[in-house]
């Protein structure tokens, strides 16, 4: 089955205590990003990513850190994270043949962060 | 750069009533157009795309989006609302070269029985 996996789907931790939220996906899509959501903002891009090695800042990226070693995997990194960063995370993969932003976004079912 | 503008937050509609959510984008070029819905506690799922061709396209679930470049619209559409259909749906837009898909805010239908 075609799908993107988050782990964890919720977590709550402290600030400054770093952690990582994996993403992996089966469908060999070159272009993967993250998102996220909050409420009255919509969803809002963090970081992406064109292919292995290749990683741009989306609309957000302060507070965050991306890697994208491997095609199916591209896990966000909060070094430090702070409460304004509790939000619901998503991941997202795309085919995109005729270029990022252009193709069907599969997204991964979430992941709810809360920093204390 | 583009923006994506739903102008309802919220919607409330009658099980078995016409549904029509509002969608506005800016963008230069030719866009790429999408409908998203996100049920409770679930990711988004496509519902449907436009970038070329007929103005009417049709979707899953038995929605349906059309374009107008005039309007700078792409109001989704479905005749007849089924409970099931209540969720938050998000309008975006995309381009060859925007590297990215933009968001509106999203609009929350709740579905009366």
């Known amino acids: 089955e075609a799908q993107v996996t988050q782990n964890p789907r919720y977590l709550i931790t402290v600030t400054g205590k770093k952690l990582t939220v994996t993403c992996s996906q089966n469908m060999n899509h070159e272009y993967m990003s993250w998102y996220r959501q909050d409420p009255g903002l919509g969803l809002r891009q963090i970081y992406y990513s064109m292919n292995v090695e290749v990683t741009d800042k989306g609309d957000v990226p302060e507070g965050y850190k991306v890697s994208r070693k491997e095609k199916r995997n591209f896990p966000l990194i909060l070094e430090s994270p702070s409460p304004n960063q509790t939000s619901l995370y998503f991941c997202?993969?795309?085919?995109?043949?005729?270029?990022?932003?252009?193709?069907?976004?599969?997204f991964g079912e979430g992941s709810r962060l809360t920093v204390l | 750069a583009q923006s994506v503008t739903q102008p309802d937050i919220h919607i409330t509609v009658s099980e078995g009533a016409s549904l029509e959510l509002r969608c506005n984008y800016s963008?230069?070029?030719?866009?790429?157009l999408f409908w998203y819905v996100q049920s409770p506690g679930q990711g988004l799922q496509l519902l449907l795309k436009?970038?070329?061709?007929?103005?009417l396209v049709q979707g899953i679930k038995g929605f349906e989006a059309e374009f107008k470049r005039s309007q700078s619209s792409f109001n989704l559409r479905k005749p007849s609302v089924h409970w099931s259909d209540a969720a938050e749906y998000f309008c975006?837009?995309?381009?060859?070269?925007?590297?990215?898909?933009?968001f509106g805010d999203g609009t929350t239908l709740t579905v009366k029985p």
């Open positions: 975006a837009v995309g381009a060859a070269n925007a590297g990215k898909s933009t």
């Open positions: 963008y230069g070029a030719t866009p790429y």
């Open positions: 436009y970038f070329s061709g007929d103005t």
């Open positions: 997202a993969s795309s085919l995109d043949a005729s270029g990022p932003g252009t193709g069907e976004l599969f």
